[in-house]
């Protein structure tokens, strides 16, 4: 189905958890949260689908995207420890964890657009309009989604001076 082998299968469901987790952080938190229930569920999926991205790559794209997403997924839930940084340890834990989220839906985009339906899909191929379209709406909205984090974390943080003045 789909043409997707065993190990395919294992790579894209492995994956699905974070699309919803990401999803749920979004709407709740404005931003993936790292030390939370769903932060830890969605660091799980997404090195579940970045580590099998190597196997299952037929693209060299794929093998940069799953390299990519490893070191934004490290940075973002590593930032934490590193205090030197201070006020800006928040700032690089939300654009680089918003990142693997454009990083998980850009292959996903791609492939389900190439893929479904089933003997007829919808692109032909990852350069078609339509699959260069919806990345470039991706796009978008990460830009969007980032300035906003960036802007309620600015409020954030000046609401938290106010509080303890």
Sequence with gaps: ??????????????????????????????????RSGSGAVYLASMLLGAVTAFLVAKQPVSYAIGGLTLIVLVVGYGVERVTALGGLRKYIETISLSISVLLLMLPTVTETLTRVPDGAPFAASPTSPLVLGAHGALLLAFVVGVTW??????RESKGLVAASS
Excluded: K, N
């Excluded at 984090?149 to 600015?154: F, K, P, T, V």
């Design 1 to 34: 189905m789909f043409g997707i082998s065993p190990l395919g299968w294992v790579h894209t469901l492995g994956s699905l958890p974070a699309l919803a987790v990401a999803a749920y952080m979004l709407a709740r938190s404005g931003r993936i949260v790292p």
């Design 149 to 154: 984090q960036i802007i309620a974390l600015r």
